[in-house]
């Protein structure tokens, strides 16, 4: 997963005011970005392109490592040791993810305890979605099948962006995610298909729930996406908001249809027209409630990732300590041996 | 059983209330957890015959450390049969400043190349 459109910071206003020899640099770096080139961690890029990308960078970074925690509840009480162990490989995914990116940001010159530290501050934002609960086991096949199917969608034009150390990240991480999109596909299918009718009963329920907040993923409105058009502008984001949340919308659809479940929208449906899905308005103030800290599990989700890091700390300094240790003891052994 | 019967079943596990901090948690010195662990870069070899390519970074403490991190960080899908590790502060690199100076000297050597020299076409396949 899962990377949600982070363009929930107020407008940036570029420094009006530039050098000569900035201006001159600044030119060459958009005609290279007009000719589809990579821009990579060493080369010159205005400012505001390296802050705008620290942000996104980091943010999806914190996604994938707060994600790790709706499923994390669940990793006890899968239904089988298959499922179980289906469900370790796809959280340690998500860590793995994690790391390819803050390696990513840590590339343009932000340290990783920063990151951390503005993660743990609240100051730094992670995809809305993972503040709401994993109420039932559906909820795991669900975050699967929308939830990284969202994350697909977002991230698949990501693998194009023109900063190359994210992009690269991304080719890696879309190729794993895949298998986490199949396997909650799957697990809901074998409880449609093979469940009793309560069973069946608690697919619907995740579905309703979750559905509403993975549209939600895509971000706001292209009409509200203060920072989209430069991103475009720059190659960061390759295709808009809304566009994305059709795409998205469409594909699932059909795929309700397989599964048996329908969507908790009285006005979905098929517009011959327009040659895509009409869907009901998005209630925009929950989002907003939920990036503002005020979801379900907001301070649960942090809380937890806090105390992770703190209780962590010995780990962390003992390592410290072994390492410098060794290398004491190497370098004595070789000044004997010397 | 309707999904509202459901719900009153659900495991309490995921409460909102804040976890209850540890009294160790806030005593532990803050001596070495703010210098972070050295950055290393990681190289693959995918199969045997292949080259190791660079395939991604990671922090670890020492090189040993480093080895085992990168299995479970890029090889948790069989992507490699033999990982290197360097320290990324060892690693010299040329100036992307220096580009032009550096490489566009052999723009102009297609000597270079076997498609130079046009040969005749019943021994163009040499």
Redesign the interface.
Same mark, same amino acid.
């Given at each position: 997963m899962y990377t949600q459109a982070m363009d929930t910071a107020p407008k940036e206003e570029r420094r009006a005011v530039r050098s000569a020899e900035e201006a001159v640099l600044e030119q060459r770096f958009d005609e290279r970005i007009d000719a589809g080139g990579s821009i990579e961690a060493k080369d010159w890029m205005p400012e505001h392109y390296r802050k705008t990308l620290v942000r996104q960078i980091s943010q999806h970074a914190h996604s994938e490592i707060v994600g790790m925690l709706p499923e994390g509840n669940w990793a006890t009480r899968a239904p089988t040791l298959k499922r179980k162990a289906i469900l370790l490989a796809k959280i340690q995914d998500e860590g793995g993810h994690g790391l390819y990116l803050y390696a990513a940001a840590e590339t343009l010159g932000t340290s990783r305890d920063q990151m951390i530290d503005a993660l743990h501050s609240g100051k730094a934002k992670y995809s809305s979605i993972f503040n709401y609960p994993t109420l039932s086991w559906a909820d795991i096949g669900v975050i699967g099948w929308l939830v990284d199917g969202a994350a697909i969608m977002n991230q698949v034009p990501l693998t194009r962006c023109s900063y190359a150390p994210y992009a690269r990240a991304m080719v890696r991480i879309c190729r794993e995610e895949s298998f986490h999109q199949r396997q909650g596909f799957d697990a809901l299918l074998v409880m449609m298909r093979d469940g009793t009718e309560a069973q069946r009963a608690v697919v619907q329920d995740a579905v309703n729930r979750w559905w509403w907040p993975s549209l939600m993923m895509f971000g706001p409105p292209d009409s509200e996406s203060p920072n989209s058009a430069q991103s475009m502008r720059w190659g960061i984001k390759r295709i808009s908001n809304d566009d994305l949340r059709q795409k998205f919308v469409d594909a699932t659809v059909l795929q309700a249809r397989v599964l048996g479940v329908t969507m908790p929208d009285p006005l979905l449906r098929w517009n011959e027209e327009r040659g895509h899905h009409d869907f009901g308005p998005i209630d925009w103030a929950e989002f907003w409630r939920v990036v503002g800290g005020h979801g379900p599990c907001n301070r649960e989700r942090l809380a937890a990732r806090v105390r992770a890091w703190d209780e962590g700390a010995w780990v962390r300094d003992a390592a410290t300590a072994f390492a410098r240790k060794q290398a004491m003891k190497e370098q004595s052994m070789k000044e004997q041996a010397a | 059983?309707?999904?509202s019967t459901?719900?009153t079943e =659900?495991?309490k596990? /995921? $409460? $909102? %209330? #804040? !976890?209850p901090? *540890?009294e160790t $948690?806030a005593e !532990?010195?803050? *001596? /070495? *957890? $703010? %210098? #972070? !662990?050295p =950055?290393w870069e990681v190289f693959v070899r995918a199969k045997a015959g292949l080259d190791h390519k660079h395939?991604?970074?990671?922090?670890a403490?020492?090189a040993r450390?480093a080895v085992q991190l990168a299995r /479970?960080?890029y090889t948790?899908?069989q992507e490699g049969v033999s990982v290197w590790v360097v320290k990324s502060i060892d690693i010299t %690199?040329s100036?992307?400043g220096d580009k032009d100076m550096y490489f566009d000297p052999m723009e102009d050597k297609v000597y270079r190349h076997p498609g130079f020299y046009e040969l005749p076409d019943s021994v163009n396949h040499m």
């Open positions: - | 059983m309707n999904s459901i719900s =659900l495991p596990t /995921e $409460t $909102t %209330a #804040e !976890w901090k *540890t $948690t !532990w010195p803050k *001596t /070495e *957890t $703010t %210098a #972070e !662990w =950055l395939c991604g970074s990671l922090h403490t020492d450390m /479970e960080v948790r899908r %690199a100036d992307p």
